[in-house]
């Protein structure tokens, strides 16, 4: 190792270390404190219509989002002071607060309106009428663009598969857009998810990671774990490259135990194996990349493959994910009958 990386890795450590002294990341992972905590109690179906009632008057424009699956995932966990006991309904309901008002503030609700909005004509009246409300929309239509992460297929119990290919990651990023098309690609998947399925598994293929960021990092954690508590099951990164292994060492130290412990650093082959096993398909699943045979990039080419998917700026195909998921899910779900 040179002693320009030395130097260069020594200054990212010390940048991170200094973000992680925010202290609106303090109190994020402080409200995370017991989310890993096991087991699992009744919740009666008056408790739960209590729950989206008071939702519902918080956030009228979002208060679907939740599933009953996942309200009654938080609100059947014991209470961690008393773990023989279930978390007390209020406790419950000030964290799913939490979490909405969390997404009140990321816009998240409005995001795929703004996809909608970058990929329609530059003279619409809203993008004349709104030029910081379409530059975001652009923003973030340029971070789909790379094609670094998608969805594609689900796992045998019915997690839909978010893939993400870190070599198509700039290595210069806008971090608000890429924070912001995260939020965007993790909700579509929660919509995609079947019935009864609270959370995803996320593969990356990291043989070229770009350097990283560390605003960008400690803002994916804070979202991670402020809007998106126990929705990821299983992250598997293979292969193990040497900035892979600086961002785990970096990370690790900052996660929440029960996070830590959903992340899988392989080397290829092993991945491969456990990637099979997990699939709905099998070894028929796994793409190119990760050593099988099926071709990703028909649906999701880099950039300077991919046309304009409408009169804006959108490359991407963001919408055609969305019905190639729906029929993956009504596969799986006929599978099940």
């Given at each position: 190792m040179s002693d320009r990386k030395k130097l260069d890795e020594s200054a990212i450590t010390?940048?991170?270390n200094s973000k992680a002294e925010d202290g609106d990341f303090k109190d994020a992972?402080?409200?995370?404190?017991?989310?890993?905590?096991?087991?699992?109690?009744k919740v009666t179906e008056e408790e739960l219509a209590i729950i989206r009632a008071d939702l519902a008057t918080e956030f009228p424009d979002d208060f679907q989002y939740l599933s009953d699956a996942y309200i009654l995932s938080v609100a059947s966990k014991p209470y961690s002071k008393d773990p023989t006991k279930r978390r007390p309904l209020e406790y419950s309901q000030e964290k799913l607060t939490h979490l909405m008002a969390w997404r009140a503030d990321a816009g998240a609700a409005e995001l795929e309106d703004l996809v909608k909005l970058a990929n329609g004509s530059p003279n619409a009246p809203e993008a004349v009428e709104q030029?910081?409300?379409?530059?975001?929309?652009?923003?973030i239509v340029t971070s789909l663009n790379y094609g670094s992460m998608y969805?594609?297929?689900?796992t045998k119990e019915g997690q839909p598969v978010l893939w993400v290919r870190t070599n198509r990651k700039p290595w210069y990023p806008d971090v608000d857009a890429e924070v912001n098309a995260l939020i965007l690609m993790a909700d579509a998947g929660i919509r995609a998810?079947?019935?009864?399925?609270?959370?995803?598994v996320c593969i990356c293929e990291s043989s070229y990671p770009p350097p990283p960021n560390p605003t960008y990092l400690i803002n994916v954690l804070k979202a991670l774990v402020r809007g998106y508590p126990d929705r990821l099951k299983l992250l598997v990164s293979a292969p193990v490259s040497s900035i892979v292994q600086f961002v785990m060492n970096l990370l690790l130290p900052l996660m929440p135990g029960r996070l830590a412990s959903k992340l899988s650093l392989l080397g290829i082959d092993?991945?491969?194996?456990?990637?099979?096993?997990?699939?709905?398909?099998?070894?028929?699943?796994?793409?190119?990349?990760?050593?099988?045979e099926l071709d990703h990039d028909v649906y999701y080419p880099e950039e300077a493959k991919c046309p304009n998917r409408g009169e804006g700026s959108l490359k991407f195909d963001y919408f055609g994910m969305l019905e190639r998921?729906?029929?993956?899910?009504?596969?799986?779900?006929?599978?099940?009958l």
């Open positions: 010390a940048q991170m992972l402080k409200e995370d404190d017991d989310e890993g905590v096991t087991g699992e109690f030029p910081e409300k379409l530059a975001k929309a652009k923003s969805w594609h297929g689900y998810m079947p019935d009864g399925i609270t959370d995803f092993v991945a491969k194996k456990k990637v099979s096993d997990m699939l709905f398909h099998g070894d028929d699943d796994i793409p190119i990349f990760y050593g099988g998921m729906a029929a993956f899910k009504k596969e799986y779900e006929e599978s099940k």
